[in-house]
C-alpha cells in the first residue's frame, strides 16, 4: 500500500520560493501526482513524475526520487493566489491515494 | 483536458434520506473514481465507477449505503443512502482520460445532513 506524508502548513513570503516535500511508502507505485486545491474548490492538476528528476511548468517544478520514495513541489516567485493546499498523491495501477495535504499561506 | 459537470453543487438533506449526485463528461472517459472529502481532511477514495459492471468499492466502503451507476462512458451517478451526520461532507467525481492522463475532478458536491 502506500502511506503518503507531507507538513501539514508552511508560511512563506511574498515572491519568495517554497518547497513542499512528500515521503511515501509503495508496492506496484506508477507515479506521484501534486494537486492544488483552494478553499472550498475542487483540487487542481499541477504536475506528474513517473521518472526521477525535475518536472518544470513555470513557477512550479515537482521533484522525484524513487528509490529514495521522496518527492517535492517547488513554488517560485510566490503569489498571494498560490495560498492554497497542496496535495500529494501516489498513483498504483489506475488508483490515487492522497497525503492529508499541505497548507501554504503567502503573507504579503 | 476534460470538462466534468457535477450536480447539485450542495444539498442540505434530513436524516434518513438519500441523495443522487450526478457527474457528466464532455468526453469519453477510461475510468470514473468517487472520493470523499471531509470537512479539513484530505481526499479518500470510495470506489471506481466500471462502465457495463459494478462499481469497485474501497475498504470501508460498501454498496448499499454508496450505490454507484456507470450507464456509459461520460455518465455515473454517486448516491448517499440512509444518510447521516456523519455523512457531511463533500463528494467529488474524478476522471482518468486513459493512456497515463492525469485524474480531474469535478467541482464537487458539498453535502450537509440535518
Known amino acids: 500500500g502506500q502511506n503518503i506524508d507531507q507538513p501539514t502548513e508552511m508560511t512563506a513570503t511574498e515572491g519568495a520560493i517554497v518547497q513542499i516535500n512528500c515521503t511515501y511508502q509503495?508496492?506496484?507505485?506508477?507515479?506521484l501526482f501534486w494537486y492544488q486545491q483552494h478553499a472550498g474548490e475542487a483540487p487542481t492538476f499541477l504536475s506528474y513524475n513517473v521518472l526521477d528528476g525535475l518536472e518544470e511548468k513555470g513557477r512550479f517544478s515537482s521533484f522525484l526520487s524513487r528509490s529514495k520514495g521522496y518527492s517535492y513541489l517547488l513554488l517560485k516567485e510566490l503569489q498571494m493566489k498560490d495560498s492554497a493546499s497542496y496535495l500529494c498523491a501516489g498513483f498504483n495501477d489506475y488508483k490515487l491515494s492522497f497525503g492529508a495535504g499541505t497548507t501554504v499561506t503567502v503573507r504579503a | 483536458s476534460a470538462v466534468i459537470s457535477q450536480k447539485p453543487s450542495r444539498d442540505i438533506c434530513q436524516r434518513g434520506t438519500s441523495l443522487t449526485i450526478q457527474c457528466q463528461v464532455d468526453?469519453?472517459?477510461?475510468?470514473m473514481f468517487w472520493y470523499r472529502q471531509q470537512p479539513g481532511q484530505s481526499l479518500t477514495l470510495i470506489a471506481t465507477a466500471n462502465q457495463g459492471s459494478e462499481a469497485t468499492y474501497e475498504s470501508g466502503f460498501v454498496i448499499d449505503k454508496f450505490p454507484i451507476s456507470r450507464p456509459n462512458l461520460t455518465f455515473s451517478t454517486l448516491t448517499v443512502s440512509n444518510m447521516s451526520p456523519e455523512d457531511s461532507s463533500i463528494y467529488l467525481c474524478s476522471v482518468a482520460p486513459g493512456g497515463g492522463q492525469p485524474q480531474h475532478f469535478g467541482d464537487g458536491t458539498r453535502l450537509s445532513i440535518l
Open positions: 509503495t508496492s506496484g507505485f506508477n507515479g
Open positions: 468526453s469519453q472517459v477510461t475510468m
